[in-house]
């Protein structure tokens, strides 16, 4: 089992930046690591993803430019910078985990997942 805890989130203003941290526990290697995000009466979206490396990114084309995913291994923790923010990325952002071969675009793809963290950009 692996336990995932997001924190970072909250106000900010347009055009500001947060940066989220993902603390993992228990069986804590995760060959993909990523970022969601659920906005109000919306579905969840893949945000970012990383390996376990950290030679492989990704990101959604909403985000791509602002937002950095990073990890340390060493601290068990993977890391979303994220800058320029706007109102439409207000959302819960949650971090997710998987073992599985490549990276995954989708909620199916990722067994373990946080409790998720508000980030909300105002205007």
């Known amino acids: 089992q692996v336990q995932l805890v997001e924190s970072g989130g909250g106000l900010v203003q347009a055009g500001g930046s947060l940066r989220l941290s993902c603390a993992a526990s228990g069986r804590t290697f995760s060959s993909y690591m990523g970022w969601f995000r659920q906005a109000l009466g919306k579905e969840r979206e893949f945000v970012a993803a990383?390996?376990?490396?950290?030679?492989?990114?990704y990101y959604a084309d909403s985000v791509k430019g602002r937002f950095t995913i990073s990890r340390d291994n060493a601290k068990n923790t993977v890391y979303l910078q994220m800058n320029t923010l706007k109102p439409e990325d207000t959302a819960v952002y949650y971090c997710?985990?998987?073992?599985?071969?490549?990276?995954?675009?989708?909620?199916?793809?990722?067994?373990?997942w946080g409790q998720g963290t508000q980030v909300t950009v105002s205007s």
């Open positions: 997710a985990a998987r073992n599985g071969v490549g990276y995954g675009r989708t909620s199916y793809d990722y067994k373990y």
């Open positions: 990383i390996n376990w490396s950290s030679d492989n990114t």
